[in-house]
């Protein structure tokens, strides 16, 4: 396993280990995989080793700062190697330990984190329902207080570790209120422990991929669970999620890096192997190009998915943590992966399409890993959303006027207001948006940036710009709440602005004789 200049001393003995771990039971592993059976055995090995401990701090039993998130993405891209124990392994990681660190109180932590540390229990996420996928925050399981204690009603679904595991990072709603909904104040995050009365395993799936994986829906009878066994409170269970998410998606990513890696140690094999036409398959270009695209998302996605480790570990972008990098990277990686288990087959030919090569097992896997943590379409739609807000500054396009002498537009750090002293009226307006069709042709002129250029209020502009709506010379965008957030000139208004000569633009290598 290749290391990184910025891992310390603990973190490239961990990669060793694990290494050397994946090596020694990567038959058992298969053995288990063609048989369908979850291998308690390996599993045991993962957690007795102490790979859970990595994100869980020395005073608790764990390894602490000096293994980190890091550690544990070190450990998850060894243990992908080895099939179904990967996923219990991540989940008990993100569905249970990782939230008790940073959310847990300290008798919390003290009840939970050692035993995660021993390898004693599992853990699993317990988010999706049976009418609630991707729209989390729509969680309908819910949870009424009484004395104590809590009385959890609702079933689950697609809960990895169901059944396995002993300690169950549950998110159900505590309240109906508006304001709450508004604020996603309304979910709370419990630690609900096997045992319980009221909870129960309803079904375990046979899914496309993941041969073993003990994966099904969960269901909360009258389910009573301590009070004190909510996380940072009444209410907090939103955040909780995101930041268990954040981590979720990063170890699964990392997975993906191992899948495509070993799309290409299968794809390499093949073709050194197989002789077509007198000649290795190798030797082919289109396999050349094929591994090539292997090779490079293999190491470029590994970077990103071990940097966004890094800023976990380090504190960074808080509060919402590495939200935008780790959904991009499970977004990018699972994709990526697909197409390098789609190539490695295409390559390899007939024989990929066995079971006699893990190919298809790991193409079945990917699919799996582009619906949970979030679709890759619904974290496209948050990429999009929450990367426009977060990044508004950086972003914002800059102010773009026309060159007096170049007669093209250039652009400026910064909006330029109409000189000190101009009485802005109607006629003014209409000017500034005939000049803006100069410079942007076949767009509208924003709210912001017009008000920023005439330093008007907002009142003022909107009887401007209603004044020359009702004459035909300019178009308005209004938005949902009725505000005119979008202007144009209309072809009216640009006539009656200026002259034809003034829109007019030729570049001197054209001969306007040529034209009619």
């Known amino acids: 396993m290749d290391k990184y200049p910025w891992w310390n001393k603990t973190q490239c003995e961990l990669a060793d280990k694990i290494e050397e771990f994946a090596d020694k039971h990567i038959a058992r592993a298969a053995e288990a995989a063609y048989k369908k059976e979850f291998p308690y055995d390996l599993i045991d090995k993962v957690l007795k080793d102490g790979w859970v401990g990595t994100i869980i701090p020395e005073e608790y039993g764990g390894m602490g700062k000096e293994a980190g998130v890091t550690g544990c993405c070190i450990g998850m891209e060894g243990i992908a190697r080895l099939g179904a124990i990967a996923t219990s392994f991540a989940t008990t990681c993100f569905g249970g330990a990782h939230q008790t660190v940073h959310f847990g109180n300290e008798e919390q932590k003290e009840k939970f984190l050692p035993r995660f540390a021993r390898g004693e229990i599992m853990g699993a996420i317990c988010i999706t329902e049976p ?41 159900a709603k505590t309240s109906d209120n508006l304001a709450d909904k508004k604020g996603y104040k309304h979910l709370t995050g419990f630690l609900v422990e096997k045992g319980t009365p009221g909870f129960s395993v309803e079904k375990i799936n046979e899914l496309i991929g993941w041969d073993g994986v003990r994966n099904g829906y969960l269901n909360f009878d009258d389910a009573r669970v301590p009070a004190e066994n909510i996380l940072a409170g009444e209410g907090m269970g939103w955040n909780i999620m995101i930041s268990g998410l954040n981590f979720e998606r990063t170890l699964g990513a990392i997975a993906g890096v191992t899948g495509v890696r070993e799309c290409l140690r299968y794809a390499i094999y093949g073709t050194e192997r197989r002789v077509q036409f007198g000649v290795p398959t190798k030797e082919y270009q289109a396999n050349q190009l094929k591994m090539a695209d292997m090779i490079a998302n293999w190491k470029i996605l590994r970077l990103l998915a071990y940097y966004i480790a890094y800023q976990i570990d380090t504190g960074g972008m808080a509060p919402l943590g590495p939200f935008l990098e780790s959904t991009a990277a499970k977004v990018y990686i699972t994709e990526a992966l697909r197409k390098a288990a789609l190539d490695a087959i295409q390559v390899m030919g007939g024989d990929a399409l066995t079971r006699f090569y893990p190919l298809e097992s790991i193409l079945r896997d990917c699919k799996i890993l582009e619906i949970g943590a979030g679709t890759n379409e619904v974290l496209r739609l948050l990429l999009y959303r929450q990367g426009i807000r977060i990044h508004a500054n950086d972003l914002k396009a800059p102010w773009r006027e026309m060159h007096p002498e170049l007669k093209m537009p250039i652009p400026y750090l910064e909006v330029k207001p109409l000189p000190e002293g101009t009485e802005v009226d109607e006629k003014v307006v209409l000017d500034v ?84």
């Open 131 to 171: 009418f609630v996928g991707s729209d989390a925050a729509g969680v309908e399981t819910v949870a009424v207080r009484d004395g104590d204690e809590y009385i959890l009603n609702g079933k689950k679904r697609f809960i990895t570790n169901a059944g396995l595991a002993d300690v169950y990072m549950v998110y």
């Open 433 to 516: 948006l005939a000049e803006y069709w100069k410079v942007n042709p076949g767009l509208h002129f924003s709210r912001d940036q017009l008000l920023a250029h005439l330093k008007i209020d907002e009142e003022r502009l909107d009887e401007i710009l209603i004044a020359l709506e009702d004459q035909g010379l300019a178009s308005n965008y209004r938005d949902k709440k009725g505000v005119i957030a979008l202007t144009r000139a209309t072809y009216k208004g640009l006539k009656q602005a200026k002259p034809k000569e003034y829109y007019e633009y030729f570049p001197e290598w054209v001969d306007r004789s040529e034209f009619f």
